[in-house]
């Protein structure tokens, strides 16, 4: 369980626990207040009676067991989604190495490859799953602007993942989406290129895009 993902959780449990547990506590008391021993009331609104007659200690057990049982569900409903994806770990954990390999072997960067499941409709309407792997990246403005060079930058890129990742061949097709662009606010402009490879590598088809704001 890798310790960001406990540090993500542990902060999770610790904001939904004492905000779940100032809303069941007969006197509107967290985790904080319980450790220092104090109360938030509205000036004049309460007088010590009153504040004695709403602290009744079931109200507290049952507001501890509540709030205990819920964030004991969270627990174990995190760590059952872990074991789930177990499995899939090291072909994701493959696949992010690739991201490295790249960077040393090709122009591109901010590159991000992951697997990504899509259903296609079919004439019968039902939904045909697809399984693409994507290779997403950019490119430096001139250099992306020369078509040769950003086509034979995503070939290589391509190639290396046919070789390198063993788990291509599980996939419908290798969508390389190729990005340039910048965005200061009121100034932005845009520009991709998407290259559309078959599991062995082959070029199948491209697509370009671009939009822009002065």
């Given at each position: 369980?890798?310790?960001?993902?406990?540090?993500?959780?542990?902060?999770?449990?610790?904001?939904?626990?004492?905000?779940?547990?100032?809303?069941?506590?007969?006197?509107?008391?967290?985790?904080?207040?319980?450790?220092?021993?104090?109360?938030?009331?509205?000036?004049?609104a309460y007088h010590a009676d009153t504040i004695s007659l709403l602290s009744d200690?079931?109200?507290?057990?049952?507001?501890?067991?509540?709030?205990?049982?819920?964030?004991?569900?969270?627990?174990?409903?995190?760590?059952?989604?872990?074991?789930?994806?177990?499995?899939?770990?090291?072909?994701?954990?493959?696949?992010?190495?690739?991201?490295?390999?790249?960077?040393?072997?090709?122009?591109?960067?901010?590159?991000?490859?992951?697997?990504?499941?899509?259903?296609?409709?079919?004439p019968d309407g039902s939904l045909k799953e697809v399984r693409i792997l994507e290779?997403?990246?950019?490119?430096?403005?001139?250099?992306?602007?020369?078509?040769?060079?950003?086509?034979?930058?995503?070939?290589?890129?391509?190639?290396?993942?046919?070789?390198?990742?063993?788990?291509?061949?599980?996939?419908?097709?290798?969508?390389?989406?190729?990005?340039?662009?910048?965005?200061?606010?009121?100034?932005?402009?845009?520009?991709?290129?998407?290259?559309?490879?078959?599991?062995?590598?082959?070029?199948?088809?491209?697509?370009?895009?671009?939009?822009?704001?002065?």
């Amino acid at each position: 369980f890798p310790f960001q993902s406990f540090y993500s959780l542990l902060v999770a449990i610790l904001f939904i626990g004492i905000s779940l547990l100032v809303a069941l506590h007969p006197l509107k008391q967290g985790v904080h207040d319980l450790m220092v021993g104090s109360i938030v009331v509205r000036e004049n609104a309460y007088h010590a009676d009153t504040i004695s007659l709403l602290s009744d200690p079931s109200k507290k057990i049952r507001a501890f067991t509540l709030t205990g049982l819920f964030l004991v569900l969270i627990i174990a409903g995190t760590f059952t989604g872990t074991k789930q994806d177990e499995p899939m770990r090291p072909v994701v954990d493959l696949l992010i190495r690739q991201k490295h390999v790249l960077e040393e072997n090709t122009a591109l960067r901010r590159i991000m490859p992951r697997i990504v499941l899509r259903g296609v409709p079919q004439p019968d309407g039902s939904l045909k799953e697809v399984r693409i792997l994507e290779l997403e990246a950019t490119l430096l403005r001139p250099i992306f602007d020369d078509e040769d060079f950003r086509r034979q930058q995503v070939r290589t890129a391509v190639n290396l993942l046919v070789k390198n990742y063993p788990h291509v061949s599980t996939c419908n097709y290798i969508d390389a989406k190729i990005m340039t662009g910048y965005n200061i606010g009121i100034w932005y402009f845009y520009k991709r290129a998407d290259y559309y490879f078959a599991p062995n590598g082959k070029e199948i088809g491209m697509g370009a895009s671009a939009r822009g704001k002065t």
